[in-house]
Structures are given as structure tokens and as C-alpha cells.
């Protein structure tokens, strides 16, 4: 019997995409099924519309749901980061915007701080940028986690 890498399986369960709708980033989760979350946009008349959606039919709340023009990526950055996933049980998971949440939950879960260092990677074939950006902002909250952790003044 063959085994197969798990981290095959991301993104495999994402739903289909809507006609001319094109993945504009993507969260991929070190979880143990390789969870991805994928943001999306596509033309609407005169407008961009995006979404975002994962493989368990979560419900995300996007501050912005359309633009007459493609985002920069400071904009793209601000979508992601004040974007928060409907119904989590601990609402606080998302005060540091999508990206940062799932390390949040895990965290909170009992998974131990050192799982979590590269737990999550946003990538981009449009924003080549993106990568590094959210690589120094979960570098950086690993690192004032791991403080935290160690201070003895905490």
C-alpha cells in the first residue's frame, strides 16, 4: 500500500471556482490535512469582486467586498489583515486579522509554541511580495510570543 504525503491533500476540497474568478493569495495551514484558505477575485461589471473560502465552508466577514480596480498590495495586506472568520468560538482569535488567527486558535488549543513558528505561509502568483510580508509578521509575533513566554516578569 502506498502512502501518500498529507501535504497533498491541501487545497484539494476548496470549492470550484466561479467562472473567470482567479486566486489571487493563499494561506496554506501546516495542519495535519494541509488546510488552505483561498482569496479570490473576479470581474463584475465594472468592479473586482473578491471572496474568500476554505475547505470546511467557513464564513469569512471581508471589510471590503469589491473594488473598481485591482489591489495593491497594501491593500491586499489590510484585506487579509482585518478580515475575520465568522462563528469562532473565541472571537479573539481574530484581533490580528486572518492570517494571524490560526496560529491564535492553535495556540489557545494546546499546541505547543514551537509547531507554530511556520505553521502558516501566505503565498501569491500575482503579489510576489506577499510571502516575505506575512514571513517577518509571523517571524516577528513568534518571537514577542516566545518572550512572553520565557519572561519572568510575565
Known amino acids: 500500500m502506498a502512502v501518500i504525503d498529507r ?14 474568478e482567479v486566486e489571487i493569495a493563499r494561506v496554506e495551514l501546516e495542519s495535519t490535512t494541509y488546510d488552505v484558505v483561498s482569496v479570490r477575485a473576479r470581474p463584475s461589471g465594472f468592479r473586482i469582486l473578491y471572496r474568500i473560502c476554505d475547505e470546511h465552508e467557513s ?13 495593491s498590495l497594501g491593500e491586499l495586506i489590510g ?8 462563528g469562532l468560538t473565541n472571537p479573539e482569535w481574530n484581533r490580528f486579522g486572518l492570517v494571524l488567527s490560526f496560529n491564535l486558535y492553535n495556540l489557545d488549543s494546546g499546541s505547543y509554541l514551537e509547531e507554530l513558528e511556520h505553521f502558516t505561509r501566505v503565498t ?9 510580508h506575512y514571513s517577518r509578521v509571523i517571524a516577528k509575533w513568534y518571537a514577542v510570543q516566545l518572550a512572553e513566554r520565557f519572561d519572568p516578569d510575565a
Open 7 to 20: 501535504s497533498f491533500m491541501g487545497g484539494e476540497y476548496l470549492p470550484e471556482f466561479k467562472r473567470n
Open 59 to 71: 464564513k469569512y466577514k471581508l471589510p471590503q467586498k469589491s473594488s473598481s480596480r485591482p489591489l
Open 79 to 86: 484585506l487579509l489583515d482585518t478580515t475575520s472568520e465568522v
Open 124 to 132: 501569491s502568483d500575482v503579489y510576489t511580495e506577499l510571502e516575505k
